[in-house]
């Protein structure tokens, strides 16, 4: 079994080191098109999320075990001990022994049989690490296993305290939450449900809507009671944007940048399905995601391929806008993202944020309501791009939200803002906007 799931392991992320793309989208389309037993499935999926989470402590630990500089590594070779590096180091279920000579092995598979003797010297010196010990040439950014540009920026926003604390958390194994359809369910459903599943889990963190399951997931989502849309994967974070909306029965509701729906399927279930909801994106494929998913539980949600900062939108009473960010605050489920990030980018999706916020806003109704809202950890793209939408449209003001979401989860604008390690949840902003009469 191992040595089939590091063969895969392997592949994608050969694949992922030579592609731009999100890391989890190249291991689903290698897995559509690659048939794998559910134990080689789920350890390839382990061992490239780890890898490209721990990479750079990884990069050190093989760099100080070279005798020329890792960069004129070939690259697969560079691959290969990464991957057991981890396994010999960072992952303490395998032998020793049995991980190099399974690189070994793998290496004399996929590569010229030359470069086996070099697999196998530098991986028997893993023996020589103490991996719980952070070597004093190894920066703390590399430690942590952050690039600097984001950790420096972390602590100017921060402090060192809690950027390590950050760090930590998103390191760790993320949190699986699932939405209860409280629509359709009632509490006494839903236990009996998890018990006859044998589903482990305990209330999310302020809530008795989302569940954290920390046995059985994929037994739930193979279940009728997901098919049927009687449970859906969510963080409590991404849900307390909705409660923030706060939807209402016969209400009119946009919410851009929607795919694939999992807020605009919340939507529904608030207004318990009397409403008009329209979702829109600009992606087709992801569109088509969204669709497939609420047409399967027959919910009422009208899909239009639009671009939410130019084209026109019928007027709403409420409009959500889930703005594409850089995406570090779930960095915990998408550790590719530390890597695929520049501080660039954080300015260059301000500038697309406020550009959605500003056109969005002319479709509100008068004493409408508006959530603009990121998964993003960073100031630039949250509370900086909605005070610059204020101060530049005086017909709008801030609200408040400390009647819809725990008051513990506010900033001091009162804007709902959590920090990962002391909420437990994805780092997620969300500012509720009223345009006045």
């Known amino acids: 079994m191992k040595t089939d799931s590091r063969f895969h392991a392997f592949k994608i992320l050969k694949k992922y080191y030579n592609q731009s793309d999100r890391l989890d989208r190249i291991r689903d389309n290698y897995y559509k098109h690659n048939s794998l037993a559910q134990q080689d499935l789920s350890r390839s999926l382990v061992l490239t999320n780890e890898v ?97 540009w984001l950790v420096n920026h972390w602590i100017d926003q921060f402090g060192e305290k809690d950027t390590v604390a950050l760090c930590h958390y998103f390191n760790e194994n993320a949190s699986k939450d699932i939405r209860i359809n409280t629509w359709k369910n009632n509490q006494d459903d839903v236990t009996s449900v998890l018990n006859e599943l044998d589903i482990q889990w305990e209330f999310s963190p302020k809530s008795e809507t989302f569940i954290r399951v920390s046995r059985g997931l994929n037994t739930l989502l193979k279940s009728e009671w997901f098919h049927t849309g009687m449970f859906n994967v969510q963080n409590r974070a991404s849900g307390a944007v909705i409660d923030l909306l706060d939807p209402q029965p016969h209400e009119t509701i946009l919410d851009v940048c929607a795919a694939p729906g999992t807020k605009t399927n919340y939507i529904v279930e608030k207004q318990k399905g009397e409403g008009i909801v329209i979702a829109s994106d600009m992606s087709p494929t992801r569109i088509k995601k969204g669709q497939t998913r609420s047409e399967s539980i027959n919910y009422p949600i009208e899909w239009v391929c639009k671009d939410a900062s130019k084209d026109a939108f019928p007027m709403a009473d409420k409009i959500l806008i889930d703005a594409p960010c850089t995406g570090t605050g779930v960095m915990g489920r998408r550790p590719d993202i530390r890597w695929r990030r520049d501080q660039k980018d954080i300015h260059s999706m301000a500038k697309i944020q406020l550009n959605i916020l500003t056109h969005m806003s002319q479709f509100l109704n008068p004493n409408g309501v508006l959530v603009y809202a990121t998964c993003s950890l960073e100031a630039e793209e949250n509370w900086n791009v909605a005070e610059s939408f204020l101060k530049l449209n005086d017909n709008f003001s801030l609200e408040s939200g400390k009647d819809f979401v725990p008051e513990s989860w506010l900033n001091e604008q009162n804007c709902l803002a959590t920090f990962p390690p002391r909420d437990k949840v994805d780092g997620m902003f969300a500012a509720r906007i009223r345009k006045n009469d």
């Open 52 to 148: 490209v989470r721990w990479e750079s402590r990884l990069d050190g630990w093989i760099a100080s075990n070279l005798d020329k500089p890792i960069t004129k590594l070939h690259p697969s070779i560079l691959i290969i001990l990464r991957l057991g590096y981890y396994e010999a180091l960072i992952d303490d279920a395998i032998p020793p022994h049995a991980v190099v000579h399974s690189w070994v092995e793998l290496t004399k598979k996929v590569m010229a049989k030359k470069f086996s003797g070099l697999v196998n010297a530098v991986m028997r010196k893993t023996i020589h690490i103490d991996p719980s010990s952070h070597p004093d040439n190894l920066p703390l950014s590399e430690w942590l296993s952050y690039p600097d």
